[in-house]
């Protein structure tokens, strides 16, 4: 069964700092993995999604990476603001199995 | 943003209360999903459909039911709601179901209370 975690759970960084949120998964056989962004009383919105094949994706100062043989993705936001504050969620997608959510991390970008 | 209504958005209700959460998409896509969200569990699939009346459990399908008879809407009926049903409920959309490009596309999400 897949199973995917995301390190660390919360994360508080001055504003302007560069920064790193974590995604690992079991099952390396995959067709994609995507970050997706949710703020408070809200649904989810889809940052980027990465193929099985692909290496990285990159949004604005945003940048994913995937690693499928060693399980792991990266979501690298570059000079960090206010309203970048919101919880990431990473979310991976095998052949016929549904989405597998990790639990998120809580980031807080400090003024 | 994709066009994907939920309603009601709040709902208080009692254990042993039927309760229906409705779905609704503009987009025509012929996949749509179920979750829940709680704390310390993140986002558990309950059911999807593939299609009008084609349904299909998800992980935590046990005490739910799901239907639908158009291609925009789908129902999550709890038939008696009990306090673990407590949760934020969110609705997603998709244009398919295996493909490398495929993405969902989230509700606003239904907060349901149960006393």
């Known amino acids: 069964k897949q199973e995917v975690t995301q390190i660390p759970a919360a994360l508080s960084v001055p504003e302007g700092e560069n920064l790193v949120l974590n995604c690992s998964f079991t099952?390396?056989?995959?067709?994609?993995l995507q970050w997706f962004r949710q703020d408070p009383g809200k649904g989810l919105t889809s940052l980027l999604l990465?193929?099985?094949?692909?290496r990285e994706q990159t949004s604005g100062r945003l940048n994913a990476s995937l690693d499928k043989s060693s399980g792991r993705s990266t979501l690298y936001i570059a000079a960090s603001q206010p309203g970048d504050s919101a919880t990431y969620l990473c979310?991976?997608?095998?052949?016929?199995?549904?989405?597998?959510f990790g639990k998120g991390t809580r980031l807080s970008v400090i003024a | 943003d994709a066009g994907i209504t939920q309603s009601p958005r709040h709902k208080v209700t009692e254990t042993g209360t039927p309760v229906t959460l409705r779905c609704h998409q503009t987009?025509?896509?012929?996949?749509m999903y179920w979750y829940r969200q709680d704390p310390g569990h993140g986002l558990r699939l309950i059911h999807y459909?593939?299609?009008?009346?084609?349904?299909d459990k998800g992980e935590v399908s046990d005490g739910y039911s799901v239907s639908r008879s158009k291609t925009e809407d789908f129902l999550l009926t709890l038939e008696s709601a009990t306090s673990s049903q407590t949760s934020v409920y969110f609705c997603?959309?998709?244009?398919?179901?295996?493909?490398?490009?495929?993405?969902?596309?989230f509700g606003p999400g239904t907060r349901l209370l149960v006393l």
């Open positions: 997603a959309i998709s244009e398919s179901n295996g493909g490398h490009k495929e993405t969902q596309y």
């Open positions: 099952d390396s056989a995959i067709y994609n």
């Open positions: 990465i193929q099985s094949s692909q």
């Open positions: 979310a991976v997608k095998g052949g016929n199995t549904p989405l597998v």
């Open positions: 987009e025509n896509h012929r996949y």
């Open positions: 459909s593939y299609g009008v009346k084609d349904t």
